[in-house]
């Protein structure tokens, strides 16, 4: 589902480089990416969703390799394929629940939006718990609803792979595991592959892979890492 | 609405009184133009055409702008007075058709106006309701003023004194209402006509009082009655109201050919006979003056545009500044949800329809004002011919 080969990448003027030799991740696969801040961990799933292109190497999401798409191709294939869940939600303080859900329909025309869209959001929305607060907006909602219908929002696409960057972030520890178990069991109900970021140790349970940026090692969820599999290397250029 | 444009729709109604502060913004700065626009446009549209279907007036020497507005507006005060024998002496030689105009006084605050049965046909007016003034006492009021007074035929209007504080002064003269002109959409809706000399009673030229003919010697009012010559002190009873009972009483002392009009409408029955008279004004060292009210008041409107000149300069730069405040908005706005964009790029939105978004809500705002802006302007322009009459009347 996911196929990197020698991906470079590097910010303008940084220092920093991130190298990744080779990275697969499978359909269905739930993979969390660990590491502390800087590693390259936000950048990796920027990479993933073409938001930004690396310096050299590929990226193919779906079968399809990112980088080579055009700017326009790139947009509509994220918001068609990827489905996104930051960790500040980043919901639109204007809009009710129900159409921050919807939000994907109303900014790319390519989506083929249809009534039954609207009929899934709502479905979502009961799934989520959010029934009762279709009507509400952001500034109405506690963090764990809000996160809820941002999680919404990066389905309601039915994309192929799910990127969640430190979706529990902002969650208290019992949003956390709640909001973790609601991505995984709708990401296992639409057999989509995800991908979150993280630092947070305390969550790395239920996922098939965990991959360590710091270390440069990939590991079965729960094991100690041992250290010889495809590298991801952060480093000092 | 979907799509870019129902975001845009969705965040104006979010943030209402930024929407409604922008857009009020904008509609003031455009409606006031163009409200002036609209009023001075039909103010020269009136003016104009009141003073083209006025071939020519007559007047004291003076200001030619005073006495073409106190003919054509029944504007008070102006201008002094012309004898009555000026009206005769443009009759007189039959060049024209001569109609005296007195306009000195007020019936609850609009303008009384002293003159002849002519005038009627002369300004194409009909009575809507009842009949033309036929004696002492009667008057014609015009359809704004039936309007504003809620008067009808066989009420009565008095007369407003000249100077409140004068007690010892002319009575008020009751009038009887005896119709009301159709709409003309001219000055003579907001005025009440009388017949001349109903109006000189009003002065206080003529008047009527008990018959002390009838009197007994020995009557309180009776000074001295000897031979047919009857003194009389103040205590005799003057009228207020002209009746069939008293209207025989009322009388004038002095030649009428004394008598004031504030302005002669003279019509010429031809462009020599115009030319005659003109000359005739114009030579020697008659104390009168002719004017030609169509040209006084182009030049009146030369001024009025020059001065419309500058209220477009200032208007140009209100909008200007206006708009650099929207534009200042606009820029703090897109630097508060410099996030709010990000994510929408993020998620698969192009920057096209990032801007989209962005012109659509000022797109909407502009929609709104534009359409408050044309209503307003509508509105101006539906009332404007009634204020600019009443500018015009009313401003004694």
């Given at each position: 589902m996911i196929q990197i080969e020698n991906l470079k990448f590097q910010y303008p003027r940084a220092e920093f480089m991130l190298r990744l030799p080779r990275l697969v991740v499978e359909a269905g696969q739930r993979v969390a990416i660990v590491g502390?801040?800087?590693?390259g961990k936000t950048t990796l799933l920027n990479l993933i969703s073409g938001i930004t292109l690396p310096l050299a190497g590929t990226v193919q999401v779906c079968g399809e390799e990112v980088s080579a798409m055009s700017d326009a191709s790139r947009r509509n294939f994220r918001i068609a394929k990827i489905g996104m869940v930051f960790q500040q939600f980043e919901l639109v303080e204007y809009l009710d629940v129900l159409n921050n859900i919807l939000l994907p329909f109303s900014i790319n025309s390519t989506l083929p939006g249809s009534s039954g869209m609207r009929c899934r959001a709502i479905e979502f929305a009961e799934a989520m718990g959010l029934k009762e607060k279709l009507t509400r907006r952001p500034a109405q909602l506690s963090q764990g609803e809000q996160q809820r219908v941002a999680i919404c929002r990066a389905l309601i696409t039915e994309p192929g792979v799910v990127l969640a960057d430190?979706?529990?972030?902002?969650?208290?520890p019992e949003n956390k595991r709640r909001i973790l178990d609601l991505i995984f069991q709708l990401a296992e109900k639409q057999n989509q592959t995800l991908v979150v970021v993280t630092h947070d140790m305390g969550i790395l349970s239920g996922f098939d892979r965990v991959v360590d940026f710091e270390k440069m090692r990939f590991s079965k969820a729960g094991e100690k890492s041992s250290g010889s599999v495809d590298s991801a290397v952060g480093d000092q250029a | 609405m979907k799509g870019p444009l129902g975001l845009a729709w969705r965040y104006v109604l979010f943030h209402k009184a930024k929407s409604l502060i922008l857009v009020a913004c904008i509609v003031l700065t455009t409606i006031l133009p163009v409200a002036v626009k609209l009023l001075v446009w039909q103010f020269d549209q009136k003016i104009v055409a009141r003073a083209a279907s006025t071939p020519s007036v007559v007047g004291a020497k003076g200001s030619s702008l005073d006495l073409v507005l106190s003919a054509?507006?029944?504007?008070?005060?102006a201008v002094e007075p012309v004898s009555y024998a000026e009206v005769e002496q443009a009759r007189g030689d039959g060049l024209a058709t001569a109609i005296p105009l007195h306009c000195m006084f007020t019936a609850m605050d609009y303008p009384v106006v002293g003159t002849s049965l002519e005038y009627f046909d002369y300004r194409d007016l009909g009575v809507g309701d009842g009949t033309l003034f036929?004696?002492?006492?009667d008057c014609v009021v015009g359809h704004k003023v039936a309007e504003m007074l809620s008067v009808n035929v066989g009420d009565q209007l008095i007369s407003d004194r000249?100077?409140?504080?004068?007690?010892?002064?002319q009575s008020p003269l009751k009038l009887k209402v005896v119709g009301v002109l159709g709409a003309s959409r001219t000055p003579d809706d907001w005025a009440v006509f009388v017949d001349l000399k109903t109006a000189w009673i009003i002065q206080g030229l003529g008047h009527g009082h008990q018959d002390l003919n009838k009197e007994s010697p020995d009557s309180p009012v009776l000074i001295a009655s000897d031979s047919g010559r009857i003194i009389a002190n103040r205590g005799v009873v003057s009228y207020i109201e002209i009746t069939d009972e008293n209207v025989d009483s009322f009388h004038f002392h002095g030649d009428t050919d004394e008598f004031p009009v504030t302005a002669v409408l003279v019509s010429a029955n031809g462009f020599k006979e115009e030319t005659i008279l003109q000359g005739r004004y114009e030579s020697g060292d008659s104390e009168v003056q002719f004017v030609r009210p169509e040209i006084v008041v182009r030049d009146l409107m030369t001024i009025v545009f020059q001065v419309n000149r500058f209220f477009n300069a200032n208007a140009i730069l209100i909008g200007g500044s206006t708009a650099m405040l929207l534009i200042l908005v606009v820029l703090l706005s897109l630097r508060l949800r410099k996030r709010e964009m990000e994510t929408m790029f993020r998620l698969g939105c192009s920057r096209g329809t990032i801007v989209w978004l962005q012109v659509g809500e000022m797109g909407i705002i502009f929609g709104v004002a534009m359409v408050l802006v044309l209503l307003g302007s509508t509105w101006v322009w539906s009332v404007s011919g009634d204020i600019v009459e009443s500018l015009l009347v009313n401003s004694r």
């Amino acid at each position: 589902m996911i196929q990197i080969e020698n991906l470079k990448f590097q910010y303008p003027r940084a220092e920093f480089m991130l190298r990744l030799p080779r990275l697969v991740v499978e359909a269905g696969q739930r993979v969390a990416i660990v590491g502390p801040s800087g590693c390259g961990k936000t950048t990796l799933l920027n990479l993933i969703s073409g938001i930004t292109l690396p310096l050299a190497g590929t990226v193919q999401v779906c079968g399809e390799e990112v980088s080579a798409m055009s700017d326009a191709s790139r947009r509509n294939f994220r918001i068609a394929k990827i489905g996104m869940v930051f960790q500040q939600f980043e919901l639109v303080e204007y809009l009710d629940v129900l159409n921050n859900i919807l939000l994907p329909f109303s900014i790319n025309s390519t989506l083929p939006g249809s009534s039954g869209m609207r009929c899934r959001a709502i479905e979502f929305a009961e799934a989520m718990g959010l029934k009762e607060k279709l009507t509400r907006r952001p500034a109405q909602l506690s963090q764990g609803e809000q996160q809820r219908v941002a999680i919404c929002r990066a389905l309601i696409t039915e994309p192929g792979v799910v990127l969640a960057d430190e979706p529990t972030g902002n969650l208290d520890p019992e949003n956390k595991r709640r909001i973790l178990d609601l991505i995984f069991q709708l990401a296992e109900k639409q057999n989509q592959t995800l991908v979150v970021v993280t630092h947070d140790m305390g969550i790395l349970s239920g996922f098939d892979r965990v991959v360590d940026f710091e270390k440069m090692r990939f590991s079965k969820a729960g094991e100690k890492s041992s250290g010889s599999v495809d590298s991801a290397v952060g480093d000092q250029a | 609405m979907k799509g870019p444009l129902g975001l845009a729709w969705r965040y104006v109604l979010f943030h209402k009184a930024k929407s409604l502060i922008l857009v009020a913004c904008i509609v003031l700065t455009t409606i006031l133009p163009v409200a002036v626009k609209l009023l001075v446009w039909q103010f020269d549209q009136k003016i104009v055409a009141r003073a083209a279907s006025t071939p020519s007036v007559v007047g004291a020497k003076g200001s030619s702008l005073d006495l073409v507005l106190s003919a054509l507006y029944f504007k008070q005060g102006a201008v002094e007075p012309v004898s009555y024998a000026e009206v005769e002496q443009a009759r007189g030689d039959g060049l024209a058709t001569a109609i005296p105009l007195h306009c000195m006084f007020t019936a609850m605050d609009y303008p009384v106006v002293g003159t002849s049965l002519e005038y009627f046909d002369y300004r194409d007016l009909g009575v809507g309701d009842g009949t033309l003034f036929v004696s002492l006492g009667d008057c014609v009021v015009g359809h704004k003023v039936a309007e504003m007074l809620s008067v009808n035929v066989g009420d009565q209007l008095i007369s407003d004194r000249a100077n409140v504080l004068d007690l010892a002064g002319q009575s008020p003269l009751k009038l009887k209402v005896v119709g009301v002109l159709g709409a003309s959409r001219t000055p003579d809706d907001w005025a009440v006509f009388v017949d001349l000399k109903t109006a000189w009673i009003i002065q206080g030229l003529g008047h009527g009082h008990q018959d002390l003919n009838k009197e007994s010697p020995d009557s309180p009012v009776l000074i001295a009655s000897d031979s047919g010559r009857i003194i009389a002190n103040r205590g005799v009873v003057s009228y207020i109201e002209i009746t069939d009972e008293n209207v025989d009483s009322f009388h004038f002392h002095g030649d009428t050919d004394e008598f004031p009009v504030t302005a002669v409408l003279v019509s010429a029955n031809g462009f020599k006979e115009e030319t005659i008279l003109q000359g005739r004004y114009e030579s020697g060292d008659s104390e009168v003056q002719f004017v030609r009210p169509e040209i006084v008041v182009r030049d009146l409107m030369t001024i009025v545009f020059q001065v419309n000149r500058f209220f477009n300069a200032n208007a140009i730069l209100i909008g200007g500044s206006t708009a650099m405040l929207l534009i200042l908005v606009v820029l703090l706005s897109l630097r508060l949800r410099k996030r709010e964009m990000e994510t929408m790029f993020r998620l698969g939105c192009s920057r096209g329809t990032i801007v989209w978004l962005q012109v659509g809500e000022m797109g909407i705002i502009f929609g709104v004002a534009m359409v408050l802006v044309l209503l307003g302007s509508t509105w101006v322009w539906s009332v404007s011919g009634d204020i600019v009459e009443s500018l015009l009347v009313n401003s004694r």
